[in-house]
Every structure is written in structure tokens, then in C-alpha cells.
């Protein structure tokens, strides 16, 4: 029995086959470790009964042993992890208000160990915080009315004075006839801390991203089924976002939602910087948005994030500005171009009259004796000189009118005195335009309030320019007449005419319409903007009206009725002619100057004749046989060039020199006169040593053209 016990210690022995008289006692068997002895013969049911009873008891043994194994070993684990996790464990008994704490819920509310055993639960509030003790309670109290889970946060001073944030947690069970609240605290310091860094720099993000003056907006890039970008969800935008997009509420929304025809660069930009690490930093028009923007795109979030953070200045109004800078530039630098073409044309300008009277005083030196011809030549030069004055006055106008000190000196005068006046100063040009001038006075006087010269120079100015631009032969009508309270004063012409496009142009000033179909020199662009002026001056208005090239031009001045005075007529023609030496023929559609030259040439002993255009010199060279022609260049219908180049084209006229007479002389005119057919190239006004270096520079045989 007893090797048996040692070797089964847990297995329960019967023992039978004991005789009624044992020569031993039973006792001993029993005390060696046997559970039942049954003597034979052995009754099977008791047998039986025994051994069950035995096996069951054993079997609930092990089963209640392995049980408690089990809770001790879940103790043991639990007691290490709720070290490990630092949790203090508590129970509070609800009748009696008395709580139960570990070790480490003493110490997290500094109570003495030897409190473990219970204190009441106010002990363990007077280490909360008085601000968190009143919402503590009431969780508490309503966790236990409930039967809900106990949940509050609060701050408990710890043995150093400081405060820990703990967070409680409980619930309420009954256990017999108690009522019994189990928790644990757990110190959340750590974790109220990173929440606060958490909140202060999200608080420091949203402060920044509102401060910003420039709209920010997150984006999320959307895809069409073929995988296409085609629009944006709005995560998030700031304040300056709405103000510089004019998208109100646009978190949440599409930006197709917003703008349906937003331009498609926009999303293939954006989901370009969502799929690449590269930012984008471009300018465009957002024409949807009616603005210009300065963009920075860049990708929120990993690779694979649809996420874009966009950063938007608006810059339409510094765009309009810079566009309006380079108009102005534009503008700046067309007024100085008009400016220097101005300056060429004025310095021509003033040379063509100088060249007569050179020539004039060249030709009283060597004629003092001949009265008549000094008549003549003084006639020329004073004719010039007016011409120049002219010329100057109008520039001093212009400059008057500019600084705004043209003075009027009005008074009570009669529409018609002024209108006869103008015709008075105009009529040298028209007649020697040889146009038809029809002057149509009003019915009925018109009396007007206003500077009489200067309204003249108006009306004449009108003539001149009609005289001007209409060839020769033309037709002028002025006429006048009342309309309402105003006096309409209408100048019109058949001539060159001008091209809608210029018509508002015409009185800018230093504007000339098309150079090169100018009837006659003299011209400086000042003379309508001059007119404009004059007329505004007097409260009236112009304006001008062509039916087109070459169909004649309208100039319509209307004045309130209420002011005149008459200029000068002009001394008329010269023409001279003298005999010897070469036979020289000249060409220029300034008679004065033609004349004045021609003389020289009769003085100098040459036989000179004098044509005023291109076609009469043509014509004239088979009579004449020049062995010289000086020819004008820039003259109406036939250039100088042209006359030269038919010249040039027809042999009858081998041999004959061409001296090019020109206002210009720089190196390319020199070149273009030489290529056009010309030996000589003469610049206005050309001078007595200057025509005879030209000549002497003739080859000796210099009696050409005898062919036929
Ligand atoms: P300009 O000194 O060149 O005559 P204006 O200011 O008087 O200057 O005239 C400006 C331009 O207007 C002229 O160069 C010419 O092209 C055009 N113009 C003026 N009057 C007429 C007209 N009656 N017929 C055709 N064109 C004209």
C-alpha cells in the first residue's frame, strides 16, 4: 500500500480481499493511504458504489484546483500589468463612502499606507482641484444613480505640490447586499500635455493660416473615370481665400460646383503637383474668377496623396497697373516718335523757304543795278520770309495753346467780315492751285463774340488745307449759314480726301495723313490741331467727315452766335530766264525757289529754263536739250526719282546730268538719288559755290544730246 501511495499519490485505492479475522488491524491500512478496505467476499454493488464515489470526489478536486490555479495566475498578471500601465486601482463602497485604495492610489493622492484599509472618499476629493471638485462629484453621483460608467478627467495634487491630470474611470456593481464601485486612475499628465502642445500649435497653424493676406486653400484633386483630373474638393481655405476668390462657403464643396468653366489647366497643374514632389510656382488668368493670380502649389501628405495646398495672391490689380504703365510707355514713346518725325519735318520745313532767299540775295548782289529784277527777287524773298513767318507763328501758337497762355481779344464782329478775310488770305493759294472757290455768305448777318484774327486764321487755315489737298483744279466751297444758335462754317473740297481711320487723327497734332500724297510742301501737322483749339477757345467745336480717298473732305466749324479782321493779299509770280553758257534745265514745284535758281543760272551766263512738274520736263527736254537737269524730288504726282528714272530709261537722253535737288542729305538719300539715276545730289538750299562746283564738275565736252 504504501509503494503503491508513492507511486500514485493522486489516485484513490480500495483495497480488498481482506479475511474477516486480519491478523492485522485495519487501521494500519488505512494510515499506509488506502481510502476504503472491503472484505471478502467483495459485494459488487458496494464495490461499485465506493469506486464512483471516489473517482467524482477526486475529479472535482483537480477541476476546483486548476480553477484556483487559473484566478492566481489571472491575479498575478493583472497586478503586473496594472504596475506596468501605472494605474491606481480603488473600490468605494456606496452605503458606507468608504473607498479602498492600492498603494499606488494613496501615493497619486498623498494619503498614508496606512489608509489602504479605507478612508472616506472625501479625503481622497480634498486633493482635487477645487475648480474640477464640483463636476467630479456630480459624475460620480450620477454614475451611481445610473449604473452608467463613471468617466471624468481631473487635476490632483501630487506629494511635490504639482498638479497631475488623472483620468478616473469606475462602475457601479452590487456584490451580496453591498453596493460597490470598482475603478482605476490613471495619471494622463503626459497625455493632457502632448494635447496641449497639440492644441497650441493648431491654434498657432489656424492663426497663421488666417493671418495670411494671400487666400490659402487644401485641395483634394478629383479624377474622371479614364483617370483624368477634372476638378477639386476644398478641404479647407482661410479668410483672405473668399475675399481674393469671391468663392463664399467653398469648404466642401467642388470648385466645378462653383465655377463650371473654370479653366482645365488649373486641374492639370494641380494634379500634376499632386503626383510629383515638385511645387509649382506660376502666374495666370482665372477668366471664370475675373482675376489674375500669383500661384504656389504644393503637395499636402505622402506620395499618392490627392492633397494640394494652394496659395494664392491676387494680382489683377497690380496686372491693370503694369498694363496701364505699358500703355502709357507705348503712348510716351509714339507721341516722341511723332515728335522727331515733327523735328525732320520742321527743319525741311523751314529750309524750303531759305533756299529762295539765298539765292535772292546771292542774285542783288550781282544784279543791284537791274531795278526791275531786284523787284522781282525782293517780291520772291518777301513772299518766303511771310511763309517762314507763318510757319513760326503757328509753332509759337501751338506752343501758347499748349501752356494754355493764348489770350482771345473778343469782340462784337460779323461772321461774314471774317469769312471775306479768310478768303483774302487763302486766295494766293487757291488761285495758284488754280481751284474754283465758291464763297456762300449767310442770308442774314450773324453777329458772334470773338477774336476776329484769330477766327480768321481758322477759316483760312480750313482753305489752305483744302487748297492744299486737292490737286490742281479743284473745287472749294465755303460756306456759312445760321443753324439754331450756333454758326455752322463748312469748307469742302474735291480732293485727296482721307481714310476713315484718320479721320479722328487729323487734329492730334504733328498727325500727317499718308506723307507721301501731299499736293504741296508746307506742311507741319500743327495747323489742325491748332484750329481745334482756336475754335474750342471760342466755346464752338469741328469736325471733319470724307466719303473717302480721293471723294473730298468736309471741315464743319460750329460757333455761338455772337466775332473778325482781314489779312493781306500776296504779290504774285516771277519767272526769269537768261542765255549763254549750258543750257540747263530746272525742275521744282516750288516756283519761288525754281525761279531763283533759274536766275542764278541766267546770271552765271547759262541758258536756263524752268518747269514746275515732272511731266512738263519731260515734255520740255526734246525742245530744250538741257545739258543739265536740277531736279526737285519731292513734287506731286511725278517724284524726282521718277522723272529721273524715265530720263535714265530713255537713250535719246544719254549724257544729259541730273543734279538731285533735296531737303535731305544724309547717306541714304545720297544713295537712293545715285540709284535712281542722278550724278549730283544737291542739298536745299543749295548755294552759289555748290551749283558752281556741280557744274565744273561736267565733263569739258559738255554739249551733249545732238544724236537726233
Ligand atoms: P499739315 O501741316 O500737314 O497740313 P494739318 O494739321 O493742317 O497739318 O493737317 C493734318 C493732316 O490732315 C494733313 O497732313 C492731311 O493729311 C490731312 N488733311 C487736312 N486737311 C485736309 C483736306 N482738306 N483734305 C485731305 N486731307 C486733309
Avoid at 132 to 153: K, N
Wanted: proline letters at 5%.
Amino acid at each position: 500500500m504504501r509503494q503503491l501511495r508513492g507511486l500514485l499519490p493522486a489516485t484513490p485505492v480500495i483495497v480488498h480481499g481482506i479475511p474477516k479475522e486480519a491478523p492485522f488491524s485495519l487501521e494500519s491500512i488505512y494510515e499506509a493511504g488506502a481510502l476504503a478496505v472491503l472484505h471478502d467476499p467483495v459485494s459488487r454493488p458496494i464495490l461499485k458504489a465506493k469506486a464512483t464515489f471516489f473517482l467524482e470526489a477526486y475529479a472535482n478536486a483537480g477541476a476546483r484546483r486548476r480553477t484556483q490555479d487559473a484566478l492566481e495566475d489571472a491575479r498575478a498578471r493583472l497586478e503586473s500589468i496594472i504596475g506596468l500601465a501605472e494605474v491606481a486601482a480603488w473600490t468605494l463602497d456606496v452605503q458606507s463612502g468608504s473607498v479602498q485604495a492600492d498603494a499606488r492610489m494613496l501615493a497619486l493622492f498623498g494619503l498614508p499606507a496606512e489608509d489602504a484599509g479605507g478612508a472616506p472618499v472625501d479625503a481622497f476629493f480634498a486633493a482635487i482641484h477645487p475648480d474640477d471638485v464640483p463636476p467630479t462629484r456630480a459624475l460620480l453621483a450620477q454614475a451611481i444613480d445610473s449604473g452608467e460608467p463613471y468617466h471624468a478627467t481631473f487635476r490632483v495634487r501630487s506629494a511635490g505640490g504639482a498638479w497631475r491630470w488623472v483620468l478616473a474611470r469606475g462602475q457601479c456593481e452590487r456584490s451580496g447586499a453591498q453596493r460597490l464601485m470598482r475603478g482605476v486612475v490613471v495619471d494622463a499628465t503626459m497625455q493632457k500635455q502632448a494635447e496641449e502642445r497639440l492644441r497650441a500649435s493648431e491654434e498657432r497653424y489656424r492663426t497663421l493660416f488666417d493671418a495670411i493676406d494671400s487666400g490659402i486653400c487644401v485641395i483634394e484633386m478629383l479624377y474622371d473615370a479614364a483617370g483624368r483630373p477634372n476638378d477639386y474638393r476644398f478641404l479647407e481655405v482661410n479668410r483672405a481665400f473668399a475675399r481674393d476668390t469671391g468663392l463664399e462657403d467653398a469648404v466642401g464643396r467642388t470648385m466645378r460646383s462653383l465655377r463650371p468653366e473654370h479653366e482645365q489647366h488649373w486641374f492639370d497643374t494641380f494634379a500634376r503637383v499632386a503626383e510629383t514632389e515638385e511645387a509649382a510656382h506660376f502666374v495666370n488668368e482665372a477668366a471664370q474668377l475675373d482675376r489674375w493670380y500669383d500661384v504656389y502649389a504644393a503637395r499636402v501628405g505622402p506620395p499618392g496623396s490627392r492633397k494640394v495646398v494652394v496659395l494664392s495672391t491676387d494680382i489683377t490689380a497690380q496686372r491693370r497697373v503694369d498694363l496701364e504703365l505699358r500703355r502709357l510707355n507705348d503712348d510716351l514713346a509714339e507721341q516722341d516718335r511723332r515728335k522727331t518725325e515733327f523735328l525732320a519735318t520742321l527743319a525741311h520745313e523751314l529750309r524750303n523757304p531759305l533756299a529762295p532767299i539765298r539765292n535772292g540775295l546771292q542774285l542783288l548782289r550781282r544784279a543791284g543795278h537791274d531795278a526791275a529784277a531786284a523787284t522781282r527777287v525782293q517780291d520772291i524773298m518777301e513772299r518766303q520770309l511771310d511763309h517762314l513767318v507763318h510757319l513760326v507763328d503757328d509753332l509759337l501758337d501751338v506752343a501758347r495753346i499748349t501752356r494754355g497762355q493764348v489770350e482771345l481779344k473778343p469782340a462784337w464782329i460779323e461772321l461774314a467780315d471774317v469769312l471775306n478775310a479768310a478768303v483774302e488770305t487763302s486766295t494766293p493759294l487757291i488761285e495758284t492751285n488754280r481751284h474754283r472757290l465758291d464763297v456762300r455768305l449767310p442770308a442774314e448777318p450773324l453777329a458772334l463774340y470773338g477774336d476776329a484774327t484769330r477766327l480768321t486764321q481758322v477759316v483760312s487755315n480750313l482753305l489752305n488745307n483744302a487748297a492744299k489737298y486737292t490737286p490742281r483744279g479743284g473745287s472749294i466751297v465755303l460756306a456759312a449759314e445760321r443753324d439754331g444758335d450756333q454758326a455752322l462754317i463748312a469748307v469742302s473740297d474735291n480732293g485727296i480726301g482721307i481714310p476713315a481711320d484718320a479721320l479722328d487723327d487729323v487734329f492730334t497734332m504733328f498727325t500727317q495723313v499718308s506723307q507721301e500724297s501731299q499736293a504741296v510742301p508746307g506742311g507741319l501737322g500743327i495747323g489742325l490741331s491748332l484750329v481745334k483749339s482756336l475754335v474750342e477757345l471760342h466755346g464752338g467745336t469741328i469736325s471733319a467727315a470724307s466719303a473717302g480717298p480721293n471723294l473730298g473732305s468736309v471741315f464743319t466749324v460750329r460757333l455761338p452766335l455772337g466775332a473778325a479782321a482781314p489779312l493781306r493779299p500776296r504779290a504774285a509770280d516771277v519767272a526769269a530766264h537768261s542765255a549763254g553758257g549750258l543750257r540747263v534745265l530746272v525742275v521744282d514745284d516750288n516756283r519761288d525757289a525754281a525761279e531763283t535758281l533759274a536766275a542764278l543760272l541766267a546770271m552765271m551766263g547759262h541758258e536756263a529754263a524752268v518747269a514746275n512738274d515732272g511731266h512738263a520736263a519731260l515734255r520740255m527736254l526734246a525742245g530744250l536739250r538741257p545739258q543739265v537737269v536740277f531736279l526737285d524730288i519731292g513734287m506731286p504726282g511725278m517724284s524726282g526719282y521718277e522723272v529721273a528714272q524715265a530720263v535714265r530709261r530713255n537713250p535719246d537722253w544719254d549724257g544729259v546730268r541730273l543734279v538731285a535737288l533735296t531737303g535731305w542729305g544724309g547717306s541714304a538719300d545720297r544713295a537712293r538719288t545715285a540709284a535712281a539715276g542722278f550724278d549730283e545730289h544737291l542739298t536745299k538750299p543749295a548755294t552759289l559755290v555748290a551749283i558752281e562746283s556741280v557744274l565744273g564738275r561736267l565733263p569739258a565736252a559738255a554739249s551733249p544730246v545732238e544724236r537726233q
